[in-house]
């Protein structure tokens, strides 16, 4: 499934961070529980229309 493979993606992300060639956001494990970093995905996506999210996954994909 398309958005479980993004969500997973986008945990990752939170976690570890940004790779330094695609932006500068730090990790966030060990700072944020489980629970908050479920919520932040359920924040971003809410925020993000569904072509914005396209592109983040075809530009996160792309740098892999």
């Known amino acids: 499934?398309?958005?479980?493979?993004r969500n997973i993606i986008l945990k990752k992300t939170i976690l570890k961070g940004t790779?330094?060639?695609i932006?500068?956001?730090p990790a966030w494990e060990g700072k944020?529980?489980?629970q908050?970093?479920?919520d932040v995905i359920v924040w971003i996506k809410?925020?993000?229309p569904d072509e914005i999210y396209d592109i983040?996954?075809?530009n996160f994909e792309?740098?892999?």
């Open 1 to 5: 499934n398309m958005n479980f493979t």
């Open 23 to 25: 932006g500068s956001m």
């Open 62 to 64: 792309s740098n892999q």
């Open 36 to 38: 908050q970093v479920d």
């Open 19 to 21: 790779p330094p060639d």
């Open 46 to 48: 809410s925020l993000w």
């Open 56 to 58: 983040w996954y075809k």
């Open 32 to 34: 944020l529980t489980e």
